[in-house]
């Protein structure tokens, strides 16, 4: 199964792909980062990010696109071209029939490192790791795209589906899966009000 | 000049569309609203309010797209959606190189009624008399995307770009004027954050 991760931006957007086979073994298969000019027009900046967004799905057609969930509370100053750009990411994914998930950064986080409120550079590190890469990924910032693809293909709720029992969750799933039920709260709330 | 105004939103996004002629002479040509259902993800909400927008853009080939500019310090529970659903409408006129023109609420409501606080009935009464409707645009709420279309071919800039001189405008318009210079001013330092 191959995941796509979208790290969203205006001006920076991390695309990161997987490869998930069996016994959760991962496999890196690539990282970038779609740009737009902030020289430009917004509606030029938007074009470029899901032109770019567009031609990764294309060129690595995966089986899910994992797209970093955006709350109103983020930064105020870029929350609205980071939500614009998850949107673009999930429109590119709807018009090719890709199911999208969204996972929150808490949830990427736990799932990659056990910790909910890890830094970056421990994220990178056991990015590096979880698919045995000789040298961090670079760009150093699309690290948080793979992540978002290892997310998806780590989260507890797949592996259950796929036929595992919950006391088989390791510490660190049972805390992610805990994070997930309070995020699916939020977001119902959230939606309620839309 | 065809202009189609967009009223974003994740559940019902409005569209209204005017002909401007000689003499700020302004005709009604359709009102609408593009719905998506809370029922669906919203990877398939984004996907239909996309569809429906491409739709009325290409059955009304405007010169300009007008669309409402969205703040982070809107409502909450809902600026994600809307900010999402204005990128869509940006999207779908950059990919046809049709212009694209952000207005403020306050911006469309001193166009129209000279009051930058008017409230939601008098911009409906407005728009009726200035399109010389016989009844109120429905759905009423859609009244919002028409304001909008009327806010673009009303503008000052657009009018003294036409040869017209700044002592022609009116107090509305130069009130106008100025509440656009502040939006553009808030919009710069908005985006050297992005």
Redesign the interface.
């Known amino acids: 199964m191959i995941i796509l991760g979208v790290d969203p931006g205006?001006?920076r957007c991390g695309v990161g792909v997987i490869e998930a086979g069996a016994h959760r073994r991962l496999s890196f298969i690539h990282v970038d980062v779609v740009r737009s000019s902030?020289d430009v027009?917004?509606?030029?900046r938007?074009?470029a990010i899901?032109n770019g967004l567009v031609e990764k799905i294309e060129t690595y057609a995966p089986d899910t696109v994992s797209i970093e969930r955006?709350?109103?509370?983020s930064?105020?100053?870029?929350?609205?071209?980071t939500?614009?750009?998850?949107?673009?990411a999930?429109?590119a994914?709807?018009?090719r029939n890709i199911p999208?998930a969204?996972h929150t950064p808490t949830e990427a986080k736990l799932a990659i490192t056990g910790n909910g409120h890890a830094q970056k550079i421990q994220i990178e590190r056991m990015v590096t790791r979880i698919l045995n890469l000789n040298t961090m990924p670079t760009p150093a910032d699309a690290a948080d795209a793979l992540a978002l693809a290892i997310c998806h293909a780590l989260r507890p709720a797949g592996a259950l589906q796929g036929g595992e029992r919950e006391e088989h969750l390791t510490p660190a799933q049972r805390q992610w899966a805990e994070a997930s039920k309070k995020a699916t709260k939020r977001r119902f709330n959230?939606?309620r009000?839309?």
Do not use: E, H, I, K
């Not at 027009?41 to 030029?44: F, K, P, V, Y």
């Not at 939500?83 to 673009?88: H, K």
């Open positions: 205006l001006t902030p027009s917004q509606d030029l938007l074009l899901y955006v709350f109103a509370q930064n105020r100053n870029t929350v609205l071209g939500a614009q750009a998850a949107g673009l999930m429109l994914a709807a018009q999208v969204l959230a939606d009000g839309m």
